[in-house]
Every structure is written in C-alpha cells, then in structure tokens.
C-alpha cells in the first residue's frame, strides 16, 4: 500500500518512501490544490537534479531556493514563503532530529508526544498536526499509544476528511464533499 495523494504515480511513490518529500508536500498543502502540493516533492528534485537532501535544503542559498520554488510553473502560489518554510522545516530536522526526517516520528514516545513535535515544525498549525498524525497512522502504519486520540476527529475509523483519508480518486472526492459540506455550513 502507498500513498495517492498527488494521484501521479511516482511522485506518490515518492512521498510513499522519502519521509522528507512527504512532510514536504504537506507543508505546501494550503493554498493550492492537494494534487499540486504533494506533487511539489517530485518536481523539486527534478529541479535539484538529485534526491531531496535534508542538510542541502537547510544549508541551500535562500535566494536561489526561492528561484527555484518560482520556476514556471511555480512550486506553490507562494514561492518565495513556501521555500523560506520547507528551508525552515529542513533547518529544523538537521538540529533537532540529525537530519533524519523520519525520526520525528519514529521516536516518538507516544500519540500525544508525536502530535506535539509534528506541531513544533514550520508550517504546521494544530490542525495540519492532527491531520498528519492521522496520515502516519492510518496509511503508514505509524501508531504509537494514543496516536487516535491525539489525532482526532481526523483518526476517526472511517472517516473522509482530510488527506489522511485519501487513498483513490473515490476517496478523494469524498473529502472534498465533506470539506464543501462543512464550509457550507460553517456559513
């Protein structure tokens, strides 16, 4: 099983396998389509020419990441932020988890310590948090004690509303009626 969240297979398969290229995308996972974002992992490292490295994006020349982010067609709406954010994110893996970007959750002592270090990285509120956490667990089998709890509402069993829940176009397009449904009611 892997992930369908860019619905392109190998920037899915990306994300599938490369911890850093999945927290990637879901930084830039506001403002834009879901599709696009998490496809960004892949077209970044067609633009480096390489596999994404942790210490290169930290250390990357923030002007020039910034370029890179703004090459047509523009990795977000917001290129020059979203590349200040993901070398912010980098940063933080290199000086708090070696550099390893799986660790932050593959350390975690239990949901609510894993809900709390997913919501110290740049770029993720308390929601985009939970939703994370519910990502790991329920797609990538990343369950620590708690993990539902301190996920919810989105941990929920059967639930279809966020990316977490994503795993076909069906599914998909579920989450975004629960989204509109809830938007609509909102008002």
């Not at 994370?132 to 990343?142: E, Y």
């Not at 709890?149 to 397009?173: H, Y």
Request: one cysteine or more; charged letters at 25%; glycine letters at 8%.
């Amino acid at each position: 099983m892997g992930l369908h969240l860019s619905q392109i297979d190998e920037a899915d398969e990306l994300l599938t396998n490369d911890p850093l290229a999945l927290l990637i995308g879901m930084v830039l996972d506001q403002q834009i389509p879901l599709e696009r974002a998490f496809a960004a992992p892949l077209e970044l490292t067609k633009r480096l020419g390489r596999s994404l490295d942790v210490a290169e994006l930290a250390s990357f020349d923030p002007d020039e990441l910034g370029a890179v982010f703004a090459q047509v067609p523009a990795l977000h709406r917001f290129p020059g932020s979203m590349a200040k954010r993901v070398q912010a994110l980098c940063q933080l893996l290199v000086d708090q988890y070696g550099g390893d970007a799986a660790s932050v959750w593959t350390t975690a002592a239990d949901g609510k310590d894993l809900l709390r270090r997913i919501g110290k990285l740049p770029g993720f509120g308390e929601q985009k948090a939970k939703i994370f956490v519910a990502l790991l667990g329920k797609q990538l089998g990343v369950t620590p004690a708690g993990w539902r709890e301190a996920s919810a509402p989105f941990g929920e069993v059967g639930s279809l509303r966020s990316v977490a829940d994503i795993t076909s176009p069906e599914t998909r397009s579920q989450v975004r009626d629960f989204k509109k449904a809830m938007k609509a009611a909102a008002k």
